[in-house]
């Protein structure tokens, strides 16, 4: 019998975040920092909305591209969030979650014989849907010294006459580094300067801490050059409703429509109807859970800071990584002994990408309550490894 998988899936790696996740879901009293996941619920008015939708009977298939009423509400939010207006009728697709935009751009943009540039860490999904296009990813190792963020000079160093795409990613996950306009101008002019396009995961936007989030796509010359990937998962705590979208120059958007067509016809419908009332009401819920993550932001600072952990300050997303390099082990040997000593589940900084060894990527959508019970438990270990149990 001939083999009947595709070579190239076949030598995609499985994500590394799931590993710890399927140990721990064995375990008794386990508490987990590690999956990316709001703890809120998602906002009554809009679970409201959804109930409604379906009460009405809107059980049926939208166009391709979504409802043009939430296509018109994106296309405004854009306008007032990242200062780039974009035509809801033609530059605006909705998918199935932030990664099927991620996977159709890359595949509409894409083919064997380019190079995508992808900075790590980053999410686990970018590597393996540029694989898929048979076009080859071309990893960018970022530092700890400069806070995760992109340089211009490494950026020179990887680009070369095959390169077509860039992969950014801030907020970021893991690191939760973001990139100010300042940072940003001299990766936008190198771009323009060497006919290259940006493919621009921005899901984390609404999750900033130190000024508003800035997209590479509202720089000059940018709009025309840039994809940006968003939703409603994060910011609006709407994992489960599937929905995310793209904004971009119709002709790339119009070729991702087609693709999306064939793949998944349209984003579920309750949830389209549902985000309509997210970005028109509930702007106050999604301040109030922003806020929230501050301070469980601040409150894991001050304990890093206070087990001598060494953590930039992150100051997006909902996520922390801490370099524990000092104790000697891989950031897998440190997440397993930690796991099966003080139950307490994160992931190694090495599920996302090789220059994660030596961290780890601890999520704070948790409660606080959970938050300060692992980091009890979690200095409770460092002590021991430090041949402090009775202290130093």
Known sequence: MRNPLSKRIMEIQPSGIRKFFDIASEMKDVISLGVGEPDFDTPWRIREEGIYSLEKGRTFYTSNAG?????????????????????????????????????????????????????????????????????????????????????????????????????????????????????????????????????????????????????????????????????????????????????????????????????????????????????????????????????RRRFLMHAFQHMQIGCFEPFGAFYVFPDIREFGMTSEEFATQLLMAEKVAVVPGTAFGDCGEGFLRISYAYSLEDIKEALRRLEKFIMKLRGCESGC
């Not at 306008?79 to 033609?90: G, H, L, N, P, S």
């Not at 390169?163 to 101008?185: I, Q, W």
């Open 67 to 295: 409802l043009l009423e939430l296509r018109n509400e994106i296309s405004k939010y854009m306008a007032r969030t990242i200062e780039v207006t974009y035509q809801a009728e033609k530059e605006v697709v909705l998918t199935a979650g932030g990664s099927e935009g991620i996977d159709i751009a890359l595949r509409c943009m894409v083919e064997a014989g380019d190079e995508v540039l992808v900075p790590q860490p980053s999410f686990v999904s970018y590597v393996p849907c540029v694989a898929m296009t048979g076009a080859t990813p071309v990893v960018i190792p970022l530092q700890n010294e400069n806070q995760f963020k992109l340089t211009l000079a490494e950026l020179e160093a990887v680009t070369t006459a095959k390169t077509k795409v860039l992969m950014l990613s801030f907020p970021n996950n893991p690191t939760g580094a973001v990139m100010t306009r300042e940072d940003l101008l001299p990766i936008a002019e190198f771009v323009l300067q060497h006919d290259l396009y940006v493919i621009s995961d921005e899901i984390y936007s609404e999750l900033c801490y130190h000024g508003p989030h800035v997209s590479i796509a509202s720089l000059p010359g940018m709009r025309e050059r840039t994809v940006v990937i968003n939703g409603f998962s994060k910011g609006f705590a709407m994992t489960g409703w599937r929905l995310g979208y793209c904004c971009g120059p119709e002709m790339i958007i119009e070729q991702m429509i087609k693709l999306h067509q064939f793949a998944i016809m349209c984003a579920p419908t309750t949830s389209q109807y549902a985000a309509v009332e997210g970005l028109r009401n509930c702007s106050s819920d999604v301040e109030k859970m922003r806020k929230s993550y501050n301070e």
